[in-house]
């Protein structure tokens, strides 16, 4: 298997501007999660999908970001418009009904917003 | 107070060292711990589950204290490639994980 897959693995914009990024889980993982990963305040969990379905988003900073899980194999975080304070590492992670509690995790994207 | 603590270190310690690393979880309720690694700008991958009863992977080694809300990872016979940083998770419950801020560790020659 290919593991977790997300694109783009870095992303440089200016502050206002549309940022997507994706992510593809490990085939037959039911649940997704994204985190975001900073120095100062470490991996925090922004929101997770159990089949699809968005069940907890109280990790959202606010609601300049969303996210969207339009089928098993696809996920989209968006941040609309992007801050300079959105920097950091976005990852991706899966895991599979039957071992909820392992996740795997992609490679990140790597968002500097200038 | 943080929902799991940890030293962030730097832990420097020579090769053939054993390096312990502590966290502690202020829900008592928590049911899973684990322990990832994470490699310099690289994804966190699981090292290993903790068990109750405590439990051993190789070189590796951790021990849950529901008690006193701590667990600890034991490194034995350190190497340069165990140089990463090593991040204790809790989880209350399915999918519901809360990682620690992560204690580097570099394996020195």
């Known amino acids: 298997d290919a593991g977790v897959i997300q694109s783009p693995r870095h992303e440089v914009t200016e502050m206002g501007q549309e940022v997507t990024l994706r992510c593809k889980p490990i085939s037959g993982h039911n649940s997704l999660f994204w985190y975001r990963q900073t120095m100062m305040r470490g991996l925090e969990l922004l929101i997770y999908?159990?089949?699809?379905?968005?069940?907890?988003d109280s990790g959202m900073p606010e609601d300049r970001f969303s996210a969207k899980m339009p089928n098993a194999s696809f996920s989209t975080l968006k941040i609309q418009p992007s801050e300079p304070r959105d920097s950091a590492v976005y990852f991706c992670?899966?895991?599979?009904?039957?071992?909820?509690?392992?996740?795997?995790f992609g490679a990140g994207t790597r968002l500097s917003v200038l | 107070r943080k929902e799991v603590e940890q030293d962030p270190g730097p832990f420097n310690v020579p090769e053939g060292a054993t390096v312990a690393f502590n966290c502690t979880y202020s829900n008592s309720a928590s049911q899973s711990f684990f322990w990832y690694r994470q490699d310099c700008r690289k994804e966190p991958k699981l090292l290993m589950s903790v068990y109750s009863s405590g439990n051993e992977d190789g070189r590796f080694t951790a021990q849950l204290n529901r008690a006193s809300q701590y667990i600890s990872l034991l490194i034995r016979d350190s190497k340069l490639s165990d140089s990463a940083t090593y991040l204790c998770?809790?989880?209350?419950?399915?999918?519901?994980?809360?990682f620690g801020a992560g204690t580097r560790l570099t394996v020195k020659p």
């Open positions: 999908f159990n089949n699809n379905v968005p069940i907890d």
């Open positions: 998770v809790v989880s209350l419950h399915n999918n519901d994980m809360r």
């Open positions: 992670a899966s895991s599979d009904r039957d071992y909820k509690n392992i996740q795997y």
